[in-house]
């Protein structure tokens, strides 16, 4: 059996077995006539689906036995489970690393991390003009971006190349560093407000004097002050670590320590160079009442102009049809009331509106629907 | 046949997983196990389409010639001369030399499929071990875990078929 053929037969067992499990697990309610149909017809597919079933069943009785020998209570399974970080994070710090931990045998890793070192730091000094040139001479990876932002007399509304939106308050300054690895940005002075772009490969750390945030897809807001730092969560949730000095080679960058703590949307946490205070629940409207009273927009996309409600509001709206996402609109509302918008989009032909305890869907109306719904 | 499978359908809904076990450990010899699969098979395939339709329960039904294999298979054996038996036996070894599986006892293959368990994702793992240890609904897992009922089943389908393809290794 070559290699290829041994890799497709793995593939087709896991297949099997993914379909004798999910059989298994559909018979907890009576099956449809139609599912009966289509499971007698997956058993008499292959003697192998027969035999796979079997195994599921037998293994099946021994599941709950096992699974009380499990010694972690629900809450800190649960626990666990939220801290498991869909963004691998520390892999990559290793890589800052390499030549301590593994002294001779990972040359080729070391090197390459000199290169994306060496590569990042000619970018800053390239600066925003040099990018487009420096990109066109390397494989085409996450693109190195570094920037600084000042808002000195209005305040301003920035779009990051990775997606991320950022309101930043008058005489408030942010440093944005982009590497491979990372997406850093350093809240120097003022108020700023994230949204932060999806970049699984690449976790978004935010730096504010001492204490790092790690965004896990997420609006949150951040003011910097003498008396101290305040960060709020709008939606999402944010995790928020104590920062390492770094290392000479990692760039002079602070680093990602221990987790201090967890805020999900609606809560708040102060944190000074002493350390923080426990995470408190806050009103949305009292900490995004420096943000603009009023959204205009002038034939913008529904995406971009439901994503600057959402920076209001701990229920987002989520433009679940491509469609919809694109059509551009113009109109003004007022910030606090997202429900008008709603309203208003749910008055565009072909737009059903969908209200989940944690955010609110629009989605495709199906033609039919909205002729009945008419009648 | 239909009238009986009628009967079993009710009794298989209300005592599915003893049931299922019962007959499994009938047949956790492999070497019949293998040879009931293969003839367990050929039933479903000799079913007339009118009769597939009415099948009311396709599991049940699964089962319901299992067990009648089984059955007709023990009465073969009684009827068979001395001896063989015992000739089956070395047959079977020199066939199936790692025979781990069905000579090992229940209680190791729970340890082995806890140990399977602990190595799966930690969602994974919290939503099996809530569901069949603590014995929380789909809809209770997925309040806790913030996540949706549909994203609960997910989980243990993937959760359950790690932990069959980790077993078969074993095999």
């Given at each position: 059996m070559n290699e290829s053929t041994q890799f497709d037969a793995v593939r087709q067992a896991r297949r099997i077995t993914e379909q004798a499990v999910s059989w298994y697990i559909e018979q907890q309610e009576p099956l449809s006539e139609r599912q009966r149909a289509a499971f007698l017809g997956w058993l008499r597919a292959s003697p192998r689906h027969v035999a796979e079933y079997f195994a599921v069943v037998r293994m099946h009785g021994d599941v709950k036995a096992a699974a009380?020998?499990?010694?972690?209570?629900?809450e800190e399974l649960v626990e666990k489970a939220r801290r498991d970080n869909p963004v691998v994070m520390f892999p990559h710090l290793e890589k800052v690393l390499p030549e301590e931990r593994h002294p001779q045998p990972v040359r080729?890793?070391?090197?390459?991390?000199?290169?994306?070192?060496?590569?990042?730091?000619?970018?800053?000094?390239?600066?925003?003009?040099?990018?487009a040139q420096w990109r066109a001479t390397q494989v085409p990876v996450a693109p190195v971006y570094a920037r600084h932002y000042e808002a000195t007399g209005a305040m301003q509304s920035l779009a990051l190349a990775d997606g991320t939106l950022i309101q930043l308050d008058r005489h408030s300054s942010i440093d944005v560093h982009f590497d491979r690895h990372y997406r850093r940005i350093e809240v120097q002075r003022g108020h700023a407000l994230f949204d932060v772009g999806k970049d699984p490969a690449r976790p978004m750390l935010v730096d504010v004097g001492g204490h790092i945030l790690q965004d896990i897809g997420t609006v949150f807001d951040v003011k910097r002050a003498a008396s101290g730092d305040t960060l709020t969560v709008i939606s999402g949730r944010v995790r928020v670590l104590d920062a390492q000095p770094a290392t000479a080679k990692g760039g002079g960058l602070l680093l990602p320590g221990a987790a201090i703590a967890d805020l999900t949307a609606g809560q708040q946490i102060e944190l000074d160079a002493g350390g923080a205070t426990p995470v408190q629940p806050v009103q949305i409207a009292?900490?995004?009442?420096?943000?603009?009273?009023?959204i205009s927009f002038q034939h913008e996309t529904i995406a971009t102009v439901a994503r600057r409600f959402n920076?209001?509001?701990?229920?987002p709206l989520d433009i679940d049809d491509g469609a919809i996402a694109q059509k551009r609109i113009s109109g003004v509302f007022h910030a606090d009331n997202p429900q008008a918008f709603v309203a208003y989009l749910s008055s565009l032909p072909g737009v059903r509106i969908i209200h989940d305890a944690q955010r609110i869907r629009v989605v495709a109306a199906p033609q039919t629907d909205t002729k009945a719904a008419q009648l | 046949m239909r009238?009986?499978?009628?009967?079993?359908?009710?009794?298989?809904?209300?005592k599915r997983a003893t049931l299922s076990n019962y007959f499994l450990r009938r047949v956790a010899h492999r070497w019949d196990a293998q040879d009931l699969v293969q003839e367990v098979y050929l039933r479903l395939l000799r079913i007339e389409p009118a009769d597939a339709a009415n099948i009311r329960s396709p599991e049940a039904y699964l089962f319901t010639v299992a067990a009648n294999?089984?059955?007709?298979?023990?009465?073969?054996?009684?009827?068979?001369?001395?001896?063989?038996?015992?000739?089956?036996?070395?047959?079977?070894?020199l066939v199936a030399p790692t025979n781990l599986e069905a000579d090992m006892d229940s209680e190791a293959r729970q340890q082995r499929l806890g140990a399977l368990i602990e190595r799966l994702s930690p969602k994974?793992?919290?939503?099996?071990?809530?569901?069949?240890?603590?014995?929380?609904?789909y809809r209770e897992i997925a309040e806790r875990m913030s996540i949706s009922t549909n994203m609960v089943k997910k989980y243990i389908v993937k959760g359950l078929a790690a932990c069959r393809q980790r077993m078969a290794e074993y095999e």
């Amino acid at each position: 059996m070559n290699e290829s053929t041994q890799f497709d037969a793995v593939r087709q067992a896991r297949r099997i077995t993914e379909q004798a499990v999910s059989w298994y697990i559909e018979q907890q309610e009576p099956l449809s006539e139609r599912q009966r149909a289509a499971f007698l017809g997956w058993l008499r597919a292959s003697p192998r689906h027969v035999a796979e079933y079997f195994a599921v069943v037998r293994m099946h009785g021994d599941v709950k036995a096992a699974a009380a020998l499990q010694k972690l209570t629900a809450e800190e399974l649960v626990e666990k489970a939220r801290r498991d970080n869909p963004v691998v994070m520390f892999p990559h710090l290793e890589k800052v690393l390499p030549e301590e931990r593994h002294p001779q045998p990972v040359r080729g890793r070391f090197t390459r991390y000199v290169l994306a070192g060496a590569a990042s730091v000619a970018a800053i000094a390239l600066g925003w003009l040099g990018i487009a040139q420096w990109r066109a001479t390397q494989v085409p990876v996450a693109p190195v971006y570094a920037r600084h932002y000042e808002a000195t007399g209005a305040m301003q509304s920035l779009a990051l190349a990775d997606g991320t939106l950022i309101q930043l308050d008058r005489h408030s300054s942010i440093d944005v560093h982009f590497d491979r690895h990372y997406r850093r940005i350093e809240v120097q002075r003022g108020h700023a407000l994230f949204d932060v772009g999806k970049d699984p490969a690449r976790p978004m750390l935010v730096d504010v004097g001492g204490h790092i945030l790690q965004d896990i897809g997420t609006v949150f807001d951040v003011k910097r002050a003498a008396s101290g730092d305040t960060l709020t969560v709008i939606s999402g949730r944010v995790r928020v670590l104590d920062a390492q000095p770094a290392t000479a080679k990692g760039g002079g960058l602070l680093l990602p320590g221990a987790a201090i703590a967890d805020l999900t949307a609606g809560q708040q946490i102060e944190l000074d160079a002493g350390g923080a205070t426990p995470v408190q629940p806050v009103q949305i409207a009292q900490a995004t009442a420096w943000l603009p009273a009023e959204i205009s927009f002038q034939h913008e996309t529904i995406a971009t102009v439901a994503r600057r409600f959402n920076a209001y509001t701990s229920t987002p709206l989520d433009i679940d049809d491509g469609a919809i996402a694109q059509k551009r609109i113009s109109g003004v509302f007022h910030a606090d009331n997202p429900q008008a918008f709603v309203a208003y989009l749910s008055s565009l032909p072909g737009v059903r509106i969908i209200h989940d305890a944690q955010r609110i869907r629009v989605v495709a109306a199906p033609q039919t629907d909205t002729k009945a719904a008419q009648l | 046949m239909r009238e009986k499978h009628a009967a079993w359908s009710a009794l298989f809904a209300e005592k599915r997983a003893t049931l299922s076990n019962y007959f499994l450990r009938r047949v956790a010899h492999r070497w019949d196990a293998q040879d009931l699969v293969q003839e367990v098979y050929l039933r479903l395939l000799r079913i007339e389409p009118a009769d597939a339709a009415n099948i009311r329960s396709p599991e049940a039904y699964l089962f319901t010639v299992a067990a009648n294999l089984v059955k007709e298979h023990a009465v073969l054996r009684a009827q068979q001369p001395l001896g063989s038996d015992e000739l089956e036996q070395v047959v079977e070894q020199l066939v199936a030399p790692t025979n781990l599986e069905a000579d090992m006892d229940s209680e190791a293959r729970q340890q082995r499929l806890g140990a399977l368990i602990e190595r799966l994702s930690p969602k994974c793992k919290a939503v099996l071990i809530m569901h069949y240890r603590d014995e929380l609904s789909y809809r209770e897992i997925a309040e806790r875990m913030s996540i949706s009922t549909n994203m609960v089943k997910k989980y243990i389908v993937k959760g359950l078929a790690a932990c069959r393809q980790r077993m078969a290794e074993y095999e």
